[in-house]
């Protein structure tokens, strides 16, 4: 069956850097697009970012933008989330999301990591 397991997460400094791990199996990953979201506590699940199949299209939040750089590699089942001058708002569970086609479109989330930005 189609899974996402994210790693990387951890406590980091305001200012520090982590780089976030996806890999991906039951489905053909290079045929889909794949995005990274996130949840702080209180608050709705946002859009961090998001790589087209190839590679050849990215889009970030605007509160991202100029810090965190999506790549994902299709030959190794793997997307990255690197994240660099991170702030305290960037507190959050983010999740690996893909939308996949068996049968019918559907939505398929990793189990989350926890990332913590505070002194």
């Known amino acids: 069956q189609v899974q996402l397991v994210e790693s990387g997460g951890g406590l980091v400094q305001p200012g520090g850097s982590l780089r976030l791990s996806c890999v991906a199996s039951g489905f053909s990953f290079s045929s889909y697009s794949i995005s990274w979201y996130r949840q702080a506590p209180g608050k709705e699940r946002e859009l961090v970012a998001g790589?087209?199949?190839?590679?050849?299209?990215?889009n970030y939040a605007d509160s991202v933008k100029g810090r965190f750089t999506i790549s994902r590699d299709n030959a190794k089942k793997r997307a990255y989330l690197q994240m660099n001058a991170l702030k305290p708002e960037d507190t959050a569970v983010y999740y690996c999301?893909?939308?996949?086609?068996?049968?019918?479109?559907?939505?398929?989330w990793g189990q989350g990591t926890q990332v913590t930005v505070s002194s």
């Open positions: 999301y893909a939308r996949v086609y068996y049968l019918g479109w559907d939505d398929y």
């Open positions: 790589i087209t199949r190839l590679s050849d299209s990215t």
